[in-house]
C-alpha cells in the first residue's frame, strides 16, 4: 500500500475500539440516531415497515455501524447495512462487534467510497459518513459520490471538521510533520507524546483546551496530531461542498449552536441576527462562538425534509428520560449544560416539567396539550415553542408521526 491515509487507518484503526466492550454498551451518537434519521430527514414520517438500505462509507471501526444495527434490528427494521472502508485493520474489528451483538444484516467491504458507482451498490436510502470527508485529497469529489449513491428522497449524515474549533493544532501538525514525518508512525507517537507537555506556553495548542482526544490513546493521537491528509471547514466553506454535490443542508447538529441568538446577548443584535438566512445565521453562529471543533449535518437532495410541531407529532427523548428531565428542569427553571466549554443556561416556561412529564415516546402533541390543560393549540404553542427550541435545540427532541 502506497496510500498514508490508508496506511495510518491499517496501522491504527479509528477510534480505537475493543469489540467485548459491546457487551456492557452501545456507543451511540450523532450523526446516525435511528430517531434523528426519521426527523430531521424523512419529516419523522418514514415507514419502518419498509426496508431501510443503508450505507457507513468510511465505517472505520464501527461506531456507526453498530449503532445502526443495533438500533434498527431493536425496531425490527428490514434494514440491509453496508459497511464501506480502506482499511481492513478497522473492517476486522467492527465485523467483531457486530459479531459479538449477534448481529448479522451487514455487508462488509473494503474499497474507497470515490468508487461507488463501480461497485453497482444501487441506492441508499441513507449514508452515514463520520469524520471522512476531511481526509479525502478531494472532499468534493467524495460527496459527490456519496449523492449519486441516493435512493430517491434519501438523506446523507456527515461529520467533517471545523476551523475554529480546531485552532492551534494545524501549526503543530506541521511542526511534527517537519520533525518527525520521515519516520515510521510508532516513533512519530512517541514524539508526539515527548513533545506535548513540554510545549511553549504560547503554543496555539496547548492553549486549545478542546481538544484533547490524543489524551484517549494512540490512535486518537495519530487521528488528531500525525495525519497526512487533514482539512478543516468553516459553515461557508461546508455549503459550498455541501451545494457542489447538489445537496442541501436540512440541520446542524445541534441546531442550537448554530443560532447566533444563543450568543447574542443585546436583543437589538439578536433581532438582526435572525433576520438573516439560515446559513448566514450558521456562519455567525460558527464565528462568534469559536469552539466548533466539527460540523454534524444532515443532507438531503430535498426541501423540508425535518419534522415540525404538529398536534398528531409525538415528541421523543433522545437519550433521556422524561420524570429526570422534569425534575431537573423543576429545579434549575430550565436546562443547564454546556457546548465544548461555553455554559449554557436554557430557562423554561414555568409549566415545562407538567409538559416534559406527559411526553413518553406514545402520546401527541394534542394529548399532551389536553392533559396539561391548555384549552387550545395556540396557548399550548405560545409555552411548547421556547421548550422546543431548548430540547430540539441540543438535540434531545425529536417528532415522530
Ligand atoms: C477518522 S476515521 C472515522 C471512522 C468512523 N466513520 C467513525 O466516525 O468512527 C476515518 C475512516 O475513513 C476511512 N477512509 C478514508 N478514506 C476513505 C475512502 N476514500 N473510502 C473509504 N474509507 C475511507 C479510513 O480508513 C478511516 O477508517
Known amino acids: 500500500m502506497t496510500d498514508p491515509v490508508q496506511d495510518q487507518y491499517e496501522a491504527y484503526p479509528y477510534p480505537g ?8 454498551r452501545l456507543v451511540t451518537g450523532s450523526p446516525s440516531r435511528v430517531l434523528e434519521i426519521d426527523h430531521y430527514l424523512f419529516g419523522g414520517q418514514r415507514d419502518w415497515n419498509q426496508p431501510f438500505r443503508v450505507l457507513v462509507a468510511g465505517g472505520g471501526t464501527g461506531d456507526a455501524t453498530v449503532m445502526l444495527a443495533q438500533q434498527l434490528h431493536d425496531k425490527g427494521v428490514k434494514a440491509e447495512i453496508t459497511y ?5 485493520a478497522s473492517r476486522r474489528i467492527a465485523e467483531q462487534r457486530l459479531a459479538a451483538r449477534g448481529l448479522i444484516n451487514v455487508t462488509f467491504l473494503n474499497g474507497s467510497l470515490l468508487d461507488l458507482a463501480a461497485m453497482g451498490l444501487g441506492g441508499f436510502d441513507y449514508i452515514d459518513c463520520c469524520g471522512v470527508l476531511h481526509h479525502l485529497p478531494d472532499p468534493d469529489a467524495g460527496l459527490v459520490s456519496l449523492a449519486a449513491a441516493l435512493a430517491p428522497g434519501g438523506g446523507i449524515g456527515i461529520m467533517v471538521y471545523g476551523e475554529y474549533g480546531r485552532a492551534g493544532l494545524y501549526p503543530l501538525q506541521a511542526a511534527l510533520q517537519q520533525l518527525a514525518g520521515d519516520m515510521p508512525l510508532a516513533e512519530q507517537v512517541t514524539l508526539a507524546r515527548k513533545l506535548l507537555p513540554a510545549l511553549p506556553v504560547t503554543n496555539g495548542f496547548r492553549n486549545n483546551r478542546f481538544l484533547g482526544d490524543h489524551q484517549r490513546g494512540d490512535a486518537e493521537l495519530v487521528d488528531l496530531l500525525l495525519h497526512r491528509q487533514d482539512r478543516a471547514y468553516t459553515v461557508p466553506q461546508l455549503a459550498t461542498l455541501v451545494a457542489g454535490a447538489g445537496l442541501r443542508i436540512a440541520s446542524f447538529i445541534e441546531p442550537l449552536r448554530y443560532d447566533p441568538g444563543l450568543y447574542l446577548t443585546d436583543p437589538a443584535l439578536a433581532k438582526r441576527a435572525a433576520s438573516l438566512p439560515m446559513l448566514e445565521q450558521a456562519a455567525l453562529a460558527e464565528q462568534l462562538a469559536g469552539n466548533m471543533k466539527l460540523h454534524i449535518a444532515y443532507l438531503s437532495h430535498s ?4 419534522a415540525q410541531p404538529a398536534p398528531e407529532a409525538i415528541p421523543l427523548f433522545i437519550d433521556w428520560e ?3 428531565i422534569a425534575r431537573a428542569v423543576q429545579q434549575q427553571g430550565g436546562i443547564k449544560g454546556a457546548f465544548d466549554g461555553l455554559p449554557v443556561t436554557l430557562p423554561l ?7 416534559l412529564k406527559l411526553i413518553d415516546g406514545a402520546r401527541t402533541l394534542d394529548a399532551i396539550r389536553q392533559q396539561a390543560g391548555f384549552a387550545d393549540w395556540d396557548s399550548f404553542m405560545a409555552v411548547f415553542r421556547p421548550i422546543w427550541r431548548a430540547l430540539n435545540g441540543i438535540n434531545r427532541l425529536v417528532l415522530r408521526f
Not at 475500539?17 to 456492557?24: H, I, M, T
Not at 464501506?84 to 481492513?88: C, E, Q, Y
Open 17 to 24: 475500539r475493543n469489540p467485548v466492550e459491546e457487551s456492557a
Open 84 to 88: 464501506l472502508d480502506l482499511s481492513s
Open 349 to 355: 416556561p414555568r409549566q415545562a416539567p407538567a409538559i
Open 303 to 306: 426541501d423540508d425534509t425535518v
Open 322 to 324: 422524561a420524570a429526570t
